[in-house]
């Protein structure tokens, strides 16, 4: 119970609050505030504040948040060390992925997990979505065990693996001036209000910078809605783009020339020390995509 309520505890900080630790936990904030006083009768103090004035950490609180992190270190460790001596398949793992897949990648994702479920049905599985930035920085921060998405960058500390690839290509919507124009050139893209991607790959395609781009996007989504306003062009993954180009609400803009591919890649950190529930994920994930031909 004690492991219980301290997870829950750093859950709470790291959200920072209980409104915002709600999605996190899965419970309702009575149940969390239920859980917190009873975490503050055992050990004889107040850990934080909460009301109008927001969410703040006493100074005791903040030693307990400290001491509680190392102490879940401390049994993440003996969980990884103690599987070696069962077979069994035990823990959590926690997956991250990239946002919205293709539908066809998804399904393959989703095979390897009925596949892993078969030998690993008590290891509680989590499954994230980021942008690639947010899979990174979890991976380096320990806050994932794996993750399916691109990297502009490969941090010594993390494994890479390709997996498949991506077509990205450029697009207008069908009040942009573009959708209408004869001919498109690349003139014409100069001028046109590209949004700005800081997270994209550093390819031929993702290098193309027009004269203007007043728009900031992090997530497809947002791409999509700059696109669909008429006044930006933009990068888009093929498959999120299918649906509106058949609507006749989006255009291709010169893909032979800013087209271009993207590789995703599995990812995990570079240590040996790697649970066994992880091993057997990654080793599933990469035969289901080698058998499909990726």
């Known amino acids: 119970m004690d492991l219980q309520l301290l997870r829950l505890f750093v859950t709470i900080v790291d959200s920072g609050g209980f409104a915002a630790a709600q999605g996190k936990l899965g419970v309702a904030?009575?149940?969390?505030?239920?859980q917190m006083a009873k975490l503050e009768v055992r050990l004889g103090f107040r850990l934080?504040?909460?009301g109008k004035s927001g969410f703040k950490l006493t100074a005791k609180g903040t030693k307990v948040y400290q001491s509680a992190g190392k102490l879940l270190d401390a049994v993440g460790a003996f969980t990884r060390?103690?599987?070696?001596?069962s077979d069994t398949l035990i823990g959590e793992l926690r997956i991250g992925l990239s946002e919205l897949l293709a539908p066809q990648i998804l399904e393959l994702i989703g095979n390897s997990v009925g596949h892993y479920r078969a030998r690993a049905h008590d290891v509680t599985l989590n499954i994230i979505t980021g942008t690639p930035d947010e899979l990174e920085t979890m991976l380096l921060s320990g806050k994932l065990d794996i993750a399916i998405?691109?990297?502009?960058?490969n941090?010594?500390?993390l494994t890479y693996q390709r997996l498949f690839t991506e077509v990205q290509k450029l697009y207008c919507g069908k009040h942009h001036p573009l959708f209408s124009a004869a001919s498109v050139t690349a003139e014409a893209l100069n001028r046109a209000d590209k949004v700005s991607h800081a997270y994209r790959m550093k390819s031929v395609g993702a290098r193309f910078v027009a004269e203007r781009q007043n728009a900031i996007s992090e997530r497809v989504e947002a791409d999509l809605i700059f696109i669909l306003s008429g006044a930006h062009i933009s990068f888009l993954p093929e498959h999120v783009a299918k649906p509106w180009l058949d609507a006749g609400k989006v255009k291709e803009l010169l893909p032979a020339d800013f087209g271009y591919t993207v590789d995703f890649q599995l990812t995990t950190p570079n240590r040996q020390d790697l649970s066994e529930a992880l091993i057997v994920f990654r080793d599933q994930i990469i035969e289901t995509f080698r058998v499909a031909g990726h």
């Open 81 to 85: 060390e103690t599987q070696a001596v």
């Open 155 to 157: 941090h010594a500390a």
């Open 48 to 50: 934080c504040e909460r």
């Open 149 to 153: 998405g691109y990297f502009s960058i």
């Open 29 to 34: 904030q009575s149940t969390i505030s239920t």
